[in-house]
Nanobody
Framework: HVQLVESGGGSVQAGGSLRLSCRAS????????VGWLRQAPGKEREGVAA???????SYTDSVKGRFTVSRDNANNIVNLQMNSLKPEDTAMYYC??????????????????????WGQGTQVTVS
């Protein structure tokens, strides 16, 4: 049974930075698409970033140039570096993963049903 555990959330002022990490309990990341999604109060969960097993990244327009997703397959960790944070980035952030070959199937805009494994979420608050 694969478990994903996020860490690194918190409260920052606008313009600040946070680094979220997602650690898998098993060796899933080697062949998996990993996404970061967020959900603000009263809004639907939305994809923010994704990275495939070849390290190809994709981002929603609102975070391009500010967020960077990276992966360390040897240690089963995927990180989301968030810089120049804005109040509108405030949300619960989730990492999610699903086994899929690298390529166009792994993009940030995949719906929630695309992912087989989910973390518990970590709160990011920007004021």
């Amino acid at each position: 049974h694969v478990q994903l555990v996020e860490s690194g959330g918190g409260s920052v002022q606008a313009g600040g930075s946070l680094r979220l990490s997602c650690r898998a309990s098993g060796s899933i990341y080697g062949d998996a698409c990993v996404g970061w999604l967020r959900q603000a109060p009263g809004k639907e969960r939305e994809g923010v970033a994704a990275i495939d097993s070849d390290g190809i990244e994709s981002y929603t327009d609102s975070v391009k140039g500010r967020f960077t997703v990276s992966r360390d397959n040897a240690n089963n960790i995927v990180n989301l570096q968030m810089n120049s944070l804005k109040p509108e980035d405030t949300a619960m952030y989730y990492c999610a993963a699903t086994p899929v070959a690298p390529g166009p199937a792994c993009v940030f805009s995949r719906p929630t049903r695309f992912y087989n494994h989910w973390g518990q979420g970590t709160q990011v608050t920007v004021s």
